[in-house]
């Protein structure tokens, strides 16, 4: 996004324009008025200190000798990737860039975004001068929170990664639930995402599929956004409290050592060591069990760990924080990355049709980032991932384990948690 611009661009400034003369008038009595207020006005004049010229134009005040006159206007040219779009021809019909200049973008952007990945349904823009000749940016939204930008200059390119600069609002909202959470929290005015945000928060004290009563309720404090004066995806939630059979649950978003998490009451952060799933998923095509009839051996065999079918593409993300081990083909597992974690974990991720950027030996990861892309490679008959997790070497069915809170927080962090959750604590009352 372009800085504000501290100088003026208003219309062009115009020479100020000569009053023309009366006719003469026959009255003496006017001409001895006229010639009182000529005296009068050049003795207060004459008295007054000088001051630069300054005029005002469309709310902006600025000295006359520092006026300069305004850039031209910009167009912007607007896309959503649709299925089966190619990013070369939207460079070429959008971006007018022949192949040399569809190769220097790429080039530039290759340590801040793959634009030969961009996502169906993501918003491009391209911004040219006002007569549509010359290209002055190319903006790319990969998702909620950020926008990739890749200034062109003559045929050369500067890309960087910023935050799309939202304006916010803290929010509160409550919700009843009488028919079912979804549906209520809708109805209450929550979006789906922070609806899903807030069961996520949750889901390790609370089974929103089997434990939800009539009756239970929720109070969520939330950023409300929007981005030129339009409704944007709604920001994270910074408290909520949810009562849940009488109980009540809370949760305070705290920053400490640059990155924010969720915690209790009592300073616990409530995320696990590990999520509960590697991805967005339609459904489990085979679960942890020790005798499952294979479709590719047609034997009966130990099959520990859990498939998810998914379409091809689907992202899938890092369970928790550790060390790539492996990012390689593997008979039977086709695409496959294995990662070591903390406490004697590992976990393992394969059948994908691709690997995302930089994942390989070595590279470190954190809980939810994407390290590959669901596919059907190695033995496999349909799109899916195998995802399987091991403690100390022995396997682990993940859908069943159960993970203690975090440590708590302390010292000066605990102090400064309690400062912002007694203020919080207010609103949620």
């Known amino acids: 996004m372009d800085n504000i611009r501290e100088r003026y661009e208003g219309p062009e400034l115009k020479p ?3 009053v023309p003369k009366r006719p003469k008038r026959r009255k003496i009595w006017v001409i001895a008025l006229l010639a009182t207020f000529a005296v ?6 004459s008295h007054e200190p000088k001051k630069t010229q300054e005029s005002t134009v469309a709310g902006v005040e600025t000295k006359a000798e520092e006026a300069v006159p305004p850039k031209s206007e910009e167009k912007v040219i607007s896309h959503k990737v649709c299925e089966g779009d190619i990013p070369a021809e939207i460079f070429s019909e959008y971006a007018k860039l022949d192949a040399n200049g569809t190769a220097a973008l790429l080039d530039a952007a290759e340590d801040v975004y793959d634009f030969t990945k961009i996502k169906i349904g993501q918003n491009m823009e391209f911004v040219f001068d006002e007569q549509e000749e010359k290209l002055k940016e190319i903006r790319y939204y990969p998702d909620s929170e950020n926008i990739i930008i890749a200034k062109a200059d003559e045929k050369n390119f500067e890309v960087k990664k910023e935050n799309i600069p939202y304006e916010v609002e803290i929010k509160t909202l409550d919700v009843n639930i009488d028919e079912f959470l979804y549906k209520d929290a809708l109805d209450a005015g929550l979006s789906e995402a922070t609806i899903l945000e807030v069961a996520d928060i949750f889901s390790f004290d609370i089974d929103f599929n089997t434990e939800i009563r009539e009756d239970d309720k929720m109070r969520v404090i939330f950023e409300k956004r929007s981005l030129n004066g339009n409704l944007a995806p709604d920001g994270k ?29 009592e300073g616990h952060e409530l995320m696990r060591q590990f999520l509960r799933a590697p991805l967005s998923y339609r459904k489990i095509t085979s679960g942890y069990t020790g005798a499952r009839y294979h479709p590719i051996t047609k034997t009966v065999s130990a099959h520990y760990q859990i498939d998810y079918a998914a379409p091809v593409g689907t992202p899938v993300v890092s369970t928790a924080r550790g060390t790539v081990t ?27 049709s691709s690997y995302a950027k930089g994942i390989k030996a070595g590279a470190s990861v954190s809980q939810g980032q994407v390290i590959g892309y669901v596919g059907s490679t190695g033995w496999s008959t349909g799109p899916h991932l195998d995802y399987g997790m091991r403690l100390n070497g ?3 069915n993940p859908l069943s384990l159960k993970l203690p809170k975090g440590t708590p927080l302390e010292g000066e962090k605990m102090e400064k948690f309690q400062k912002l959750k007694k203020q919080y604590d207010e609103m949620l009352k």
């Open 16 to 18: 100020l324009r000569m």
């Open 40 to 45: 009068v006005g050049f003795f207060f004049w």
């Open 237 to 265: 939630v910074i408290a909520a409290k949810f009562t849940n059979a009488g109980q009540d649950y809370f949760a305070y978003y705290f920053e400490t050592d640059g990155e924010g998490s969720h915690y209790d009451a």
């Open 326 to 352: 492996s990012a390689r083909y593997e008979n039977g597992w086709g695409n496959i990355v294995r990662i070591k974690h903390d406490n004697g974990y590992t976990t393992h991720y394969g059948h994908l």
């Open 394 to 396: 022995n396997p682990v």
